[in-house]
């Protein structure tokens, strides 16, 4: 049997369960528990779904965030959960989800001085050519990293939808070798990254078709057809610079854990079972 890697954005998938759930959920001790219920499910699924023969589960921690040094504004749209209640934040049921994990034998952790998405880039860019890998989240940034080894997988049930090469170019019409530049080009409002005005994901791919790179974009903008997104790439030259700089994925952070130590191995246990064994039910 081959290997397979799922590695799991964890804090991507809490926040899509703790706002996704339908309705705030107590147990009988008049806990919240939504968050919990909706991350252990919604992880038991997309492991029979994909069958792994390893599994990672990665948190972002509170931290300064180096790329803030590139552009201030990055993710400032993004609440301050320190001073929100805990019936209304995700990381109050922190802990239960890391209690859930321990109990599944899964390894998790929680990043302290980069990003969850420098541990994900590391462990695909290390791994992805010996193995095949699925990274399961819905933050578009990954798409950089598919190739013919890895894929993305966005999680919405039996909705979900594994992202390919084809899928890529179906979706863009580029590589995911161009997303950083695509991404930059266009800017990232989830992240609070503007991109160039006049350039939409359209003119976006057809630079990228035309140039190859965002580098050559802007090497050769003086040779872009439309005056006025050729004015906008060579305005915002240095901020697409920077936009670039905070999007692509290097493998540069240290990882967590070896692969070897990222062996699973299924109890074919249900959410309940789980849930009841950590005291939440």
Known sequence: MENLLLIVDGSNLLFQMFFGMPARIVNKQGKPIQGTLGFVGALLKTIRKTEPTHIVVLFDGEHNNARLKLN????????????????KNPYSQLPDVYASLDYLGIKFAETEICET?????????????????????????????????????????????????EYIKNKFGITPSQYADFKSLIGDNSDNITGADKVGPK??????????????ILLNAERI????????????TQRLRNNYKIIKLENSASLPFAFEQLAYHSMGLTTKEVLKAIGLT
């Not at 695909?124 to 989240?137: C, F, K, P, V, W």
């Not at 003119?203 to 050559?216: C, I, R, S």
């Not at 057809?225 to 915002?236: A, G, L, Q, T, Y």
């Open 225 to 236: 057809d439309k005056p006025s997104v050729k004015d906008s790439v060579i305005r915002n």
């Open 72 to 87: 201030a504004d990055y993710k400032a749209n993004r609440p301050d959960y320190s001073q929100i209640p805990s019936e």
């Open 203 to 216: 003119t976006a791919a057809y630079l990228l078709e035309q140039f190859g790179t965002l580098d050559n």
């Open 117 to 165: 998405d420098d541990w994900i880039a590391g462990y695909a860019l290390t791994y992805g050519r010996e193995t095949d890998i699925i990274i399961s989240s819905f933050d578009s940034d990954f798409f950089q990293l598919i190739s013919d080894r890895v894929s993305v997988l966005r999680y919405r049930g039996e909705r979900s939808v594994i992202c390919t090469l």
